[in-house]
């Protein structure tokens, strides 16, 4: 499917693996709404949805820079009307925000719970719901979430954030059924290996030598959204997946260190069983 002229709307793009799909879309000629909650410059995080923006449009796409938190419907709903306000049409939706809260469920009080539902699984549903009747105006289109396929043995310790991101692949899997007719595609991703966020670094979730750069994830999408939405809905797949079948070979590029290629990683993020397997 040929991209140029196409409007995407992409949530947590101010930075990260959004900011990357946001870039990667805007060289091929999309329209980006870049969708985050970082309007202003973080004292700790780098990025805002207007440089993001501007960064868009140096490549020579139009871009939207649109305040969202996810965790508010009203911002979900205003945000897709100022897309189609401004674009006229919506084929491309992305939910990349996230939350994250790694704890069993003894150290998982409810507000903490309330956050990564809302944030995952919730976000992803209200993404859909008001964004549905805007891709079926365009003819079909893509709704794509980053989030796992289903591994329930990782859940111990993580129950809480892994029940989040399953609702989203979940989301994807029934809206891929329920708008087939409709050609719109929907589909989940997640990387196989870590990869290099604000994520990863404020959490100290390995070093550089086990993570790839976020660009990596945003070719897959892209990849992902340059198929066909009647052919290609309703999978959870892995971003190697992906462009392993595109004929990728040499991942050599994606590395942050340039000697050293990522473990593979299961759903919880620990190495595989059977010892420690790489990417390349």
Known sequence: MALKGKVALITGASRGIGKAIALALAKEGVHVVVAAKTVEPHPTLPGTIHETAA???????????????????????????KTVSRFGRLDIVVHNAGALWWKPILDTPPNKFDLVMDVNARAAHTLAHYAIPHLKAAGGGHFLVLSPPFH???????????????GMTMTAMALAEEHRPDRIAANALWPETAVETSATIVFGLGDPSMWYKPEIVADAAVAIFKKDPSEFTGHAVGVLEVLRAEGVTDFTRYRCDPDSEPPILDVAMLPRAGGPERAG
């Open 55 to 81: 960064a868009c449009a140096a490549l020579g796409a139009e871009a939207l820079a649109a305040p969202m938190n996810v965790r508010e419907e009203m911002q979900i709903e205003a945000g897709i009307d």
């Open 152 to 166: 329930p043995e990782a859940l111990p310790g993580k129950s809480a954030y892994l029940l989040s991101k399953f």
